[in-house]
């Protein structure tokens, strides 16, 4: 390739680049359109699509993913690698590829986003989808411990879930038609009995699964169904909106028949995740809970820790009999006394569980403390226990009083046979081993005396032996400080 050929390939190169780094403008300027019916709606409507939602206060990204990222509605000084867009009022742009980008919640200078992929510049595609993933932050910024909302779900079971069960598929199919045939019912009192009929199917059929598939189902549903919902919000708000197009009125209803129909075929679908159903199925939960339930039934669900079918269940009378055995009962004995005496022997088991404890760990000898915190797991897995010596100290810290061995792959492997104490959330298991004339330590097979004030960061093939407990660790940083020795496991 001659000089000129050259030089003339690589001004064409520069040329590319140069364009590749300027924001598509004429995207970016209907974006902007987009972006301001986004937060028109979500500032009028959010709270009614669900109390305490604002879409209009959530920033949002939409990526190109050849060519880069907008960002809408970010307040204060922009993200590293972010520049304001000339003449386009509140967006910023950043030249990047990210071809794998899809619609989620996502985070830019751990700030929480919802990002959404660019497949159509449609504001009845664009404003919906907003809307989803808009959702999706609000529910993580409400979560709460012990609470379903916001918690999501786990997702690693659509790897085992059982799609080939030919009666499972049966009555999935058959809660599809339900919820399909209640949402077009126009009698409230038939859209209820067919919200009756589908918690039941739906409740006889979760009754014959493994539970984790079972709360993998309300989950799902209450996670990307609830987010969908409000998907499903944004698309009656734009088909009705006066100020939307009638084109866009027009095909957001569409969209919204569309939706209805296809319950009705919910397992048709076999080339895509099954997953997607809960994307159909929570929605339409919510909407005959808009249809048929009280005014505040998302407080309740929220409030009460109900999933969408224990809403059903309640506002359509299914739950009634059970709900009245159990006031009868209630009723009948002295409740207040019963929750007054249950609560002084919580209260009592915590301070018997305190003090045991404070007995194992002053016991006289060498306090062994491993941990997993630095390692990728965190915390230690259990290679065996035994149950019948495992007592809750508190939800995140266990005794085990005799024998287990926590380990963390076979790079951290540990064997205890003497009380000790494994704290979930700091990822570390405490025990009295014995006197420190029966510790015996060893790295990379050469012997260590414990002396006061030992600190070794970078030991490698770690073994401990003492009477009653024994560590092996591939890799970890030792100290000794008066009678406690740390073994750390480290990458």
Known sequence: MSRRTTVVVSMWVLMARALTAQPPMDSVRSLAATDREFVRLGKRYGE?????????TIPIAYVFPQRGTVLFNWRGTLPT????????PNAAWISQ?????ASTGTSIADRAVAQVAVSSLATEVLVPLAFHEAFHVFERASQRTGLRFGRGENSFYVAS???????????????GKLLSNALQEKSGTRK?????????????????????????????ELNEGLAEYALVRALQLLASDPEASSATRATAKKMLDDRVADLALLTTNVRQSFRLRFYQTGPAEALLLDAIGPADWKRQLVDQNQTLEDALAIVTGLDDPQRAAFHAAVTRFDTTAAGRDASRRVASLVALRSKQVDSVLSAPGVLLEISAASLPAKDFSACGFDPQNHLQVSP?????????RPCV?????????????????AGTVRAVIGSIQDVKLTIDGNPVTLTDGLVIQDAVKVDLDAPRANVQAAHARISFHGSTLQIIGLP
Do not use: C, K
Not at 48 to 56: A, E, K, S
């Open 396 to 404: 995140t810290v266990q005794m085990q009083t005799r024998w287990w």
């Open 192 to 220: 209820r009995e067919l919200a009756r009929e589908f918690v039941a199917v739906r409740r006889s059929r979760q009754a014959q699964l493994d539970p984790s598939f079972a709360e993998f189902e309300r989950a799902s």
């Open 409 to 425: 792959g076979s790079s951290f492997r540990s064997e205890f046979n003497v009380p000790s104490v494994h704290d979930d959330t």
């Open 97 to 101: 590829r990210n071809i794998a980008a």
């Open 81 to 88: 690698g972010y520049e304001q867009v000339p003449g386009v």
């Open 48 to 56: 009614v699509v669900w109390p305490g939602y604002r879409p209009d």
């Open 161 to 175: 879930y059982p799609i080939f069960g030919v009666q499972n598929e049966a009555l999935w199919s058959l809660e």
